[in-house]
């Protein structure tokens, strides 16, 4: 079956450093791939998305794009903010509409000012 | 637009007591969905519905678990009687399209003691 797999956190980091967050995937077909952020006390909100390969989805200065090759869809950003502690979710759906998600773990991070 | 709306937020009840929570969708949003999400996991589909119709309900526990959406609005999650390991967020999700992203509400923490 599909799966998403994400490194696993907490991931500590001091304001203004680059941020990695890794995330594979395993699928079935060819499916769109996610990234949603729980900052606390809220709910998911999704935070871009790519639905083909070598798409590169982008929003707020984060960016991942669609490896095929690698099944991966890393998340990063240049230079994180306090602002930006959240839980991450990484995600793919079978379908191009995002409708039948399969969430991975999430990754903790916590920015220090 | 309001987002979508969950109560009660916290819930703590006993084990084989009944709980039910309760989600309003975004305002013409024809696409409900309640997820389960436990500690230090991704969220997990329990069931969709479009309008008033259960379209995926395959991973929802039905001898436990149950769910209506009365007039394709507002939908009640159900469990009855609870296990300890029913314990997690319940967290609610609509769409207007099945082009669209998700919008998750902030979620419903059980407790089961």
């Known amino acids: 079956g599909n799966s998403v797999t994400q490194m696993e956190g907490p991931v500590t980091l001091s304001e203004e450093a680059f941020l990695t967050i890794n995330c594979t995937y395993t699928a079935t077909g060819y499916p769109s791939l996610f990234w949603y952020v729980q900052y606390p006390g809220e709910g998911l909100q999704l935070l871009l998305k790519?639905?083909?390969?070598?798409d590169k989805g982008s929003n707020k200065g984060f960016e991942a794009t669609y490896r095929k090759e690698t099944t991966s869809f890393h998340l990063e950003k240049g230079s994180v903010q306090v602002s930006d502690s959240a839980v991450y979710f990484c995600a793919l759906s079978e379908d191009n509409y995002g409708q039948n998600f399969v969430f991975g773990p999430g990754t903790r991070l916590s920015v220090l000012p | 637009e309001a987002g979508v709306v969950q109560s009660p937020r916290y819930k703590i009840i006993e084990k084989k007591q009944p709980v039910a929570f309760w989600c309003n969708p975004i305002?013409?949003?024809?696409?409900l969905y309640w997820y389960r999400q436990n500690l230090g996991q991704g969220p997990e589909l329990l069931i969709r519905?479009?309008?008033?119709?259960?379209?995926?309900d395959s991973q929802l526990p039905k001898d436990r678990f149950s769910a209506e959406r009365l007039k394709g609005v507002d939908s009640t999650l159900k469990i009855q009687p609870a296990e300890l390991g029913d314990s997690a967020v319940y967290l609610c999700?609509?769409?207007?399209?099945?082009?669209?992203?998700?919008?998750f509400g902030n979620g419903t923490r059980l407790t089961v003691t």
């Open positions: 519905y479009e309008n008033e119709e259960a379209v995926d």
């Open positions: 999700a609509s769409s207007s399209s099945l082009d669209s992203p998700l919008h």
């Open positions: 790519a639905t083909k390969a070598d």
């Open positions: 305002s013409g949003h024809n696409t």
